[in-house]
T-cell receptor, first 114, second 110 residues
Framework: KQEVTQIPAALSVPEGENLVLNCSFT??????LQWFRQDPGKGLTSLLL?????REQTSGRLNASLDKSSGRSTLYIAASQPGDSATYLC?????????????FGTGTRLTVIP | NAGVTQTPKFRVLKTGQSMTLLCAQD?????MYWYRQDPGMGLRLIHY???????AKGEVPDGYNVSRLKKQNFLLGLESAAPSQTSVYFC?????????FGPGTRLTVT
């Protein structure tokens, strides 16, 4: 069974700092990996999706990388802002499934201090 | 577009009661999903559907049933609620690989 781990569970940084969130998965046979943002009491918002054939994806101040062979992904946030405070979840989709079923990590709770 | 909506937002049930959670999407997506989110465990897939009239089991299907009679709606049913089903339930839909989530339903079973 696919296990997804996110370290650290919580992170607090001052505004303006660059930071890296980590995600690891046990089965490297994935189809894609997604990073989500979840605000308290709200649903999930998709940030970036990386296909298994890709190494990275970028959107604004966010950059996600994928090393499928080692079972790792990182989410880099540049010049953090208080509005970035949220829980960040990574999720992987296994190979050979009809729908894009996702296995989630437990998330990293990020606090950006003004 | 409203995206993905869920009804109700909150619900409290007594053990043994039944209820249905409704998920609706207006994006004409083929795939729909039900997840539950519990502290320390991340989101887990309960059931999913690859199109109107189809359903399939996910990782934690026991105690739940689903139906997809219309493409835009995906219903999650609890026939006899148990305290272990206290959780936050999220619905999602997708056309390709990117999933779009609803705001969630917080269910408490006492």
């Amino acid at each position: 069974k696919q296990e997804v781990t996110q370290i650290p569970a919580a992170l607090s940084v001052p505004e303006g700092e660059n930071l890296v969130l980590n995600c690891s998965f046990t089965d490297s046979a994935i189809y894609n990996l997604q990073w989500f943002r979840q605000d308290p009491g709200k649903g999930l918002t998709s940030l970036l999706l990386i296909q298994s054939s890709q190494r990275e994806q970028t959107s604004g101040r966010l950059n996600a990388s994928l090393d499928k062979s080692s079972g790792r992904s990182t989410l880099y946030i540049a010049a953090s802002q208080p509005g970035d405070s949220a829980t960040y979840l990574c999720a992987v989709s296994p190979h050979q499934t009809g729908a894009n079923n996702l296995f989630f990590g437990t998330g990293t709770r990020l606090t950006v201090i003004p | 577009n409203a995206g993905v909506t869920q009804t109700p937002k909150f619900r409290v049930l007594k053990t043994g009661q039944s209820m249905t959670l409704l998920c609706a999407q207006d994006m004409n997506h083929e795939y729909m999903y039900w997840y539950r989110q519990d502290p320390g465990m991340g989101l887990r897939l309960i059931h999913y559907s690859v199109g109107e009239g189809t359903t399939a089991k996910g990782e934690v299907p026991d105690g739940y049933n689903v139906s997809r009679l219309k493409k835009q709606n995906f219903l999650l049913g609890l026939e006899s609620a148990a305290p272990s089903q206290t959780s936050v339930y999220f619905c999602a839909s997708s056309k390709g690989y990117e999933q779009y989530f609803g705001p969630g339903t917080r269910l408490t079973v006492t």
